[in-house]
């Protein structure tokens, strides 16, 4: 559209004088795509870049956003807190003056089913309206999720850039729907999390996050058996992503997860006694129908050479390893 115009106006301006009005006219034009540009994330679905940049503009802001229903925006208060009550101390939020204006921002970048999880905290006395301003406790809040990080972590002394944005992946996309991968650092020392993020388009026009806590709830973790060669584990990795449920199937060496975290430390004594039950293989596998986690867990626990499925996380909820392996056969 943008280049559409661009040519127009120049073939105007090569083959007639342009009038006032013309000019005018394609200003306003110009203008009002911009704008449009600008309000609803619009981009070139020919250019994967343009995923990308939509993806980060959204990003930014939902993580504004998001800030404010975690301690982390305690980092923002002043030495001493406004007011305490009970055991619970309050800092005055500097950015919105009531429940309501944070409920309106936060709906702007999260679907409707997404905001819903962060506004169980208005229900809890996280937040308290006094005197015209808005207060938040980060005893009532918590800190999880891409949403909620910082932009940096630090371990030993050491600090690193939370977010690895040559990481960022767009896994499928269509009209309504884009979704994306990238792996982020939220503890030391530890490997990356990959999560899975899908910005949905809404009848305004506008691209909102339907996720709510970044780790995606459509994730399955599973460990592959130390004593498996990486090509036996890469067999397991075909044998998985045949799974009727199974969108992709990410497969993790010991290796390279180590060498990820290596590349983030200057400091090798940190890796002298990170033997190999610290590492191992392991796979990020993605549910296509969430409905089905539980037994898609449980037919991946079967599997010969999976040693665990540590982590399946259900929405709020995690299930119950300890049964989901005995149910498993394992």
Known sequence: MWAYIKQRIKNVMIFKKPSAWVIALSAVVVAAVSIGFALNGAF???????????????????????????????RE???????????????????????????????????????????????APS????????????????????????????????????FIWDSLTVIK????AITYTLDWYHTYPSYPVRSVF???????????????????????????????TEAEARALQRRIEEHPNVEYAEFVTREEALRSIKDAFADESLFENMGPGVLRHRYHVYMSDISQAEQTAIDIARIVGI????????????????????????
């Open 173 to 176: 996309s269509d009209a309504s």
């Open 77 to 123: 208060r002043d030495a001493v807190p406004g007011f305490s009550e009970g055991e619970a101390d309050y800092y005055l939020c500097r950015h919105y003056k009531s429940p309501q204006e944070l409920r309106e921002a936060t709906l702007a970048v999260f679907t409707d089913e997404a905001a819903e999880g962060f506004f169980t905290r208005f229900e």
């Open 44 to 74: 070139d679905p020919s250019d994967p870049a343009g995923y990308k940049a939509l993806f980060k503009k959204r990003f930014a802001e939902a993580r504004k956003v998001g800030l404010h229903y975690t301690a982390d925006i305690c």
């Open 127 to 162: 937040f308290i309206e006094r005197d015209g301003s808005l207060y938040i406790s980060p005893w009532y809040l918590f800190d999880v999720s891409p949403w909620l990080s910082g932009d940096t972590v630090t371990f030993n002394e050491q600090t690193t850039e939370a």
């Open 198 to 228: 899908t910005l949905v388009k809404g009848e305004d026009g506008v691209w909102r996050f339907s996720e709510c806590f970044g780790d995606c709830d459509n994730l399955i973790v599973a460990f592959v058996n130390e004593t498996l």
């Open 307 to 330: 040693d665990t499925v540590n982590r399946v996380k259900i929405g709020p909820a995690e299930l119950d390893y300890a049964a989901l392996r005995e149910r498993g056969g394992r």
